[in-house]
């Protein structure tokens, strides 16, 4: 039988036959869990090798640098996004901060979106300022807006597909023209739709950050992240890389960030965490495709309850993005919904009712999790930057799960008649 072409093979495919870089001595099925710090040598020239990339096939050294385990991984995400380069981290927070260590400088600014995960926010406004970094916050659907931001110190352009927990999607294919005519990287946070549902690449993403607790994690099994090089853009414009090594391996961002920006931060993926998540790779599809069809069902019937005022779902026709979310996405926009209620305290005693809905924070568990954002993501942010960041308190953020969806129909039901 001829081998069909790895790009010709479907998503769940790919990933689940994506093969390991060495053969394991035992036949392992399944890469194991090397949980060990570091790896012996035969001889001081081999190990002199490893230290300076000389080896066809790169060895590991030790876990905060690379891992076999975590390798794995990369490789099953790199076999399901095409993606150049991937970099597993502890967390999606840590792919975000890697990613803009690598990137900015003082004197530079980041042109993005305020309507992004609270610590993203966070990072920007306090954390990444105190560097001298400074962030132009812009809305993302006025082009010109974008366009006006940039200056010759834009390192990069970050938003997020979707929002969370505003639910926007901005037109990524055309705020890439400009940003491509600026020499400006785009950076995506693609937490909300995994590759199953949204091709980085076409939409013009040179960079995509994942907070792979979410989807990829199996069911809130473990913390981690991933970033992304789509190897598509060209860095010799920004001042921070552009004396960095270009290899036919990796671009200057990739080769910054890997050996030097995550090894000196630290922030390594854990093994046990990088073979939990190799094997929610292979399952992410199903599941995916399961919880995005009951977020879908559920968005209707929220929509059509009278005690409802709003429903935020990019496939309903009352969403504004109805129109770039059918274009960008494949199939149903994910398991996060919202809705909100006449108030803050007709939110609570919702909530408060719930019998089978978890009361937490996190998205994509197995596990339906309903959270009242601007009380617990956004709570320690002051009432100026809450209103900039577009966070209403009357709204909950629903992460749908894999219960069976008449069972959740009912206990929404039962807490909204509570509400009379
Ligand atoms: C869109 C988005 N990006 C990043 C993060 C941060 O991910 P982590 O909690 O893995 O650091 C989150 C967490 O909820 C998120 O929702």
């Given at each position: 039988m001829v081998q069909k072409d790895s790009q010709e093979k479907k998503f769940s495919t790919r990933v689940i036959s994506e093969k390991f870089t060495k053969e394991d001595v035992h036949g392992a099925i399944s890469m194991p869990i090397y949980r060990n710090a570091a790896f012996e040598f035969a001889d001081s020239k081999s190990i002199e090798a490893a230290f300076q990339y000389k080896e066809e096939i790169a060895s590991h050294t030790y876990t905060r640098i690379t891992n076999p385990s975590v390798e794995n991984l990369e490789r099953k995400i790199?076999?399901?996004?095409?993606?150049?380069?991937?970099?597993?981290?502890?967390?999606?927070?840590?792919?975000?901060?890697?990613?803009?260590?690598?990137?900015?400088?003082?004197?530079?600014?980041?042109?993005?979106?305020?309507?992004?995960?609270?610590?993203?926010?966070?990072?920007?406004?306090?954390?990444?300022?105190?560097?001298g970094v400074e962030v132009r916050f812009v809305n993302t659907d006025n082009l010109e807006e974008i366009a006006s931001a940039i200056d010759e110190n834009t390192c990069a352009f970050f938003c997020e597909l979707i929002t969370n927990p505003h639910l926007e999607i901005a037109n990524l294919p055309e705020i890439s023209k400009i940003l491509k005519a600026r020499n400006v990287p785009m950076i995506v946070d693609t937490t909300i739709i995994p590759w199953c549902g949204f091709d980085a690449r076409k939409a013009g993403v040179d960079i995509e950050v994942v907070s792979t607790t979410k989807y990829i994690s199996n069911g809130a099994t473990s913390i981690g992240g991933a970033i992304l090089d789509y190897g598509t853009f060209n860095w010799d414009h920004n001042k921070r890389l552009a004396d960095v090594a270009q290899t036919d391996?990796?671009?200057?961002?990739?080769?910054?960030?890997?050996?030097?920006?995550?090894?000196?931060?630290?922030?390594?993926?854990?093994?046990?965490?990088?073979?939990?998540?190799?094997?929610?790779?292979?399952?992410?599809?199903?599941?995916?495709?399961?919880?995005?069809?009951?977020?879908?069902?559920?968005?209707?019937?929220?929509?059509?309850?009278?005690?409802?005022?709003?429903?935020?779902?990019?496939?309903?026709?009352?969403?504004?993005?109805?129109?770039?979310?059918?274009?960008?996405?494949?199939?149903?926009?994910?398991?996060?919904?919202?809705?909100?209620?006449?108030?803050?305290?007709?939110?609570?005693?919702?909530?408060?009712?719930?019998?089978?809905?978890?009361?937490?924070?996190?998205?994509?568990?197995?596990k339906t999790l309903i959270i009242h954002p601007e009380s617990t993501i956004y709570g320690t942010f002051s009432p100026e930057l809450k209103e900039i960041m577009g966070i209403e308190n009357n709204l909950m953020r629903l992460s749908v799960g894999l219960e069976d969806i008449s069972d959740l129909q009912a206990d929404i039901l039962q807490a909204l008649e509570k509400l009379n």
């Open positions: 790199k076999a399901a996004s095409g993606a150049e380069n991937v970099m597993m981290v502890a967390s999606g927070m840590a792919a975000i901060s890697n990613t803009f260590l690598t990137l900015t400088y003082a004197g530079g600014n980041i042109v993005a979106s305020p309507h992004i995960f609270g610590n993203t926010f966070s990072l920007f406004q306090f954390t990444l300022a105190a560097f391996a990796m671009s200057r961002f990739s080769f910054k960030l890997k050996r030097e920006i995550a090894r000196n931060i630290g922030a390594a993926m854990d093994p046990e965490t990088a073979f939990l998540q190799s094997l929610g790779m292979e399952s992410l599809q199903l599941r995916f495709e399961k919880m995005s069809e009951t977020a879908y069902q559920l968005a209707q019937f929220l929509s059509d309850n009278k005690d409802v005022v709003k429903v935020g779902y990019t496939k309903l026709e009352s969403s504004s993005y109805k129109h770039i979310s059918d274009k960008l996405i494949t199939g149903n926009p994910g398991a996060m919904l919202t809705f909100s209620l006449k108030s803050k305290e007709d939110c609570y005693t919702f909530m408060d009712q719930l019998q089978i809905i978890r009361r937490a924070t996190n998205l994509f568990d197995n």
